[in-house]
């Protein structure tokens, strides 16, 4: 008897995809090889992508969308009004998935890869205006509460000010630029903090890395959050 194949769809190319990765990392996601797991030839394949790119955008997006998919539903357990808890919910939920997908993060927040180039206005783009959305809503809710620490413009240097005001203007979560420079700031800073977890580069200084983690993710919403009489949260 003929063994059944599971049909050629997106989502199967994409959790062949997803198991290369794992596996062997972005090098390991050739069309060669996913048309091999999948039991069908390269050719037939190639009906459904044009090629290696399309496969990690496929990928990428699937992952993307995935993370999104926790921080929204994080957010969405807090009370509507409570833009506090709600940061602190989407933040962990961003780091819990990052901890259990190291490869799937590290595809979408590490080391850029050779020779791909996300297409411009895809899929990609989406899944990651869909994260901004969900955690610069928060900053906005923040804001919109008088919740939000914000710098004054005049501390900043001029060039940086000016160019804060500019995508201000065109961001898909209207910012003014105090509220934009506080935003990234917070971004970023979670994010290269959640990295360097991910990455094991906290190992030297303790066994446990996720008490200083979790202390070093509230020690910064103190500094963007206030509490509800006006002061920053210390």
């Not at 599971?6 to 190319?13: A, F, G, K, N, V």
């Not at 050739?30 to 399309?54: C, F, I, N, Q």
């Amino acid at each position: 008897m003929q063994e059944t194949r599971p049909p050629l769809t997106t989502d199967r190319i994409v959790e062949v995809c997803r198991e290369l990765l794992v596996e062997g990392g972005p090098e390991a996601v050739v069309v060669r090889e996913v048309a091999r797991r999948m039991s069908v030839t390269a050719p037939a394949l190639y009906k459904h992508v044009a090629g290696r790119d399309d496969l990690l955008t496929l990928l990428i997006a699937a992952c993307v969308n995935e993370v999104a998919d926790a921080c929204a539903a994080a957010r969405d357990g807090c009370a509507p009004q409570d833009h506090p808890d709600q940061l602190r919910a989407a933040t962990l939920a961003f780091r819990e998935w990052a901890l259990a997908h190291k490869a799937e993060f590290g595809l979408i927040y590490g080391t850029p890869i050779a020779g791909y180039a996300a297409p411009p206005g895809g899929p990609t783009t989406a899944g990651s205006r869909r994260i901004g959305e969900i955690f610069g809503g928060i900053y906005a809710g923040l804001l919109a509460t008088d919740r939000l620490v914000l710098v004054d413009p005049a501390d900043l240097p001029a060039a940086l000010a000016a160019d804060l005001e500019t995508e201000a203007r065109a961001h898909d979560v209207p910012l003014p630029a105090a509220a934009l420079y506080q935003f990234a700031a917070g971004w970023h800073r979670m994010l290269g903090l959640i990295s360097v977890e991910v990455a094991g580069h906290l190992d030297w200084a303790m066994t446990d890395t996720g008490p200083f983690v979790l202390r070093q993710l509230d020690d910064l919403a103190t500094e963007v959050i206030k509490t509800a009489s006006g002061a920053p949260e210390r």
